[in-house]
């Protein structure tokens, strides 16, 4: 049967044979990830990126306030994590928001959410691995004494938001080797990988505990005066600030999706993926904000502003000596590598669903037999983001990868109500949102909406011409080799 080109649009992949697929379609991905790795696959994509990198962005917007922001940002991801918990029982496949926007809006707009998530893993690795560099630099001059030359950890472009200034012979290797690390370990096998990740969250949280205990004796109560940014140079003096760093921060909740991302490789997906969720949100939130409090508490506002290894410095300016800081730095050498992988994993499990869908290539759903990894799928990424991570600054990349989440989250928001009316009542599910299909969903879609409004200009700009890169891939490729037509 010939369909139409708006039939082919807004055809759906049904939520059973998204199941389906993940059972019998080649060889596929093995399910080894019980509730505990899972929630730490969460926790490790979102503890961590926030607190360590993303403060010094986002307290010169919201000065003392950037408490506020972290609150939002929770708040806004705890709505849509409820409509990621009850999706992810509804339609437990790999692909995250992607394979939840095919089962529900149609094919055009998964691919339109797949180029979001890309766009948010892809760059969030790289921005991630970039910040990763400071806190290695600090740690070398702690331990040794040494620090990493000048031209090998600063990127060739650099951007100050209006102006792109090329440094011929500049190149950032830290980030760069410690993909290559990931992707090492990532194409030994999942099973391993979490293990792994698993291990470097404990390490991460204790560290972090750690950072607030000590942070807390230098607590100075005007460093919260006044709460809100009075400078409105920027337009961020207020509420406008406090809106813009939440945008800023947002990005942190990546993790929630990571973990629908592995809805295939989980044990009982329907149980453990909603609990996975809930469970990482709660420990996320409570982390953000103990150490948001230590450290406000502990510097004023105006010295976050370009300041490297920031936690680091903190300590060491509250106890005077060098060995909190070189702890600190030593853990967020080992916790960060966690984000840099899990960020990794989820975008080869989101390239690996689009590719089962025939809506990419072919090369990014092929799996080892021996290790279930998808080899040449990490491959792939891992050199994108490595070349990323080491040509460009992340002066732009927090803000990319906030817009790209927030749009996905808006999706998977939608996709709520959608998929309760096409499955009825009588569907299996575990998790329901509760106070009916509209009133939560609803909420999360206005709160992302609220924290997208405030992001920056050239961030809007970027994103549409991304957007219209993936909409000219859609009709040039993906409409013609979908798995569905085969199904028509």
Not at 238 to 261: E, P, Y
Not at 439 to 466: E, H, N, Q
Request: charged share 10%; glycine share 8%; with cysteine.
């Amino acid at each position: 049967m010939n369909l139409t080109l708006g039939q082919k649009l807004f055809r759906t992949k049904p939520a059973e044979r998204a199941h389906e697929d993940s059972q019998a379609h080649g060889a596929g991905l093995n399910r080894t990830l019980g509730l505990f790795p899972l929630t730490m696959i969460g926790v490790g994509a979102t503890v961590g990126t926030g607190i360590f990198f993303t403060m010094v962005e986002a307290v010169p917007k919201a000065g003392p306030a950037v408490i506020l922001s972290f609150l939002i940002a929770a708040l806004t991801a705890g709505l849509t994590a409820l409509c990621y918990a009850e999706l992810a029982g509804r339609v437990p496949a790999s692909g995250s928001s992607y394979s939840f926007a095919y089962a529900t809006v149609g094919e055009f707009a998964a691919f339109i959410v797949a180029a979001c998530l890309l766009l948010e893993y892809g760059l969030a690795g790289s921005a991630v691995a970039i910040g990763w560099s400071d806190y290695l630099n600090n740690f070398l001059q702690n331990a040794f004494g040494w620090e990493i030359p000048a031209s090998l950890r600063s990127p060739m472009f650099v951007s100050d938001h209006s102006n792109l200034t090329v440094h011929s012979g500049n190149f950032n290797l830290p980030p760069v080797l410690l993909i290559v690390m990931c992707c090492i370990l990532l194409i030994r096998g999942t099973k391993e990988s979490a293990t792994t990740n698993a291990v470097m969250v404990v390490i991460k949280l204790a560290i972090l505990a750690f950072f607030a205990a000590i942070a807390f004796t230098g607590f100075d109560a005007n460093n919260f005066t006044p709460f809100f940014n009075m400078d409105d140079s920027k337009g961020f003096a207020g509420m406008a600030g406090v809106t813009a760093a939440a945008g800023t921060v947002f990005f942190s909740f990546i993790g929630l999706d990571t973990i629908a991302t592995a809805g295939e490789e989980v044990k009982d997906p329907r149980r453990n993926v909603p609990i996975g969720i809930l469970a990482a949100l709660v420990i996320v939130t409570v982390f953000y904000l103990l150490v948001a409090m230590a450290a406000m508490g502990a510097q004023p506002a105006h010295l976050f502003e370009g300041q490297q290894a920031g936690l680091s410095v903190i300590l060491q300016n509250v106890t005077g000596k060098a060995w909190p800081a070189l702890v600190l730095s030593a853990g967020a050498v080992i916790s960060v590598f966690s984000v840099t992988l899990v960020t990794i994993y989820g975008q080869t499990r989101i390239l690996y669903a689009i590719s089962r869908d025939g809506l990419i290539p072919k090369t990014f759903q092929k799996v080892n037999p021996r290790t279930g990894a998808p080899v040449s799928n990490t491959l792939i990424v891992c050199l994108v983001v490595g070349l990323v991570a080491g040509l460009v600054d992340a002066t732009f990349l927090w803000d990319m990868v906030s817009m790209g989440t927030l749009t996905a989250f808006i999706v998977v928001s939608i996709a709520v109500p959608v998929i309760r009316a096409k499955q009825g009542p009588g569907a299996e599910h575990g998790f329901k949102v509760p106070f009916g299909p509209y009133m939560i969903p609803g909420l999360s879609v206005l709160a992302c909406l609220y924290i997208m409004k405030d992001l920056p200009l050239a961030t809007y700009r970027v994103f549409i011409i991304w957007m219209v890169a993936a909409v000219a891939t859609y009709f040039l490729y993906s409409v013609r080799h979908s798995r569905l037509n085969r199904k028509a």
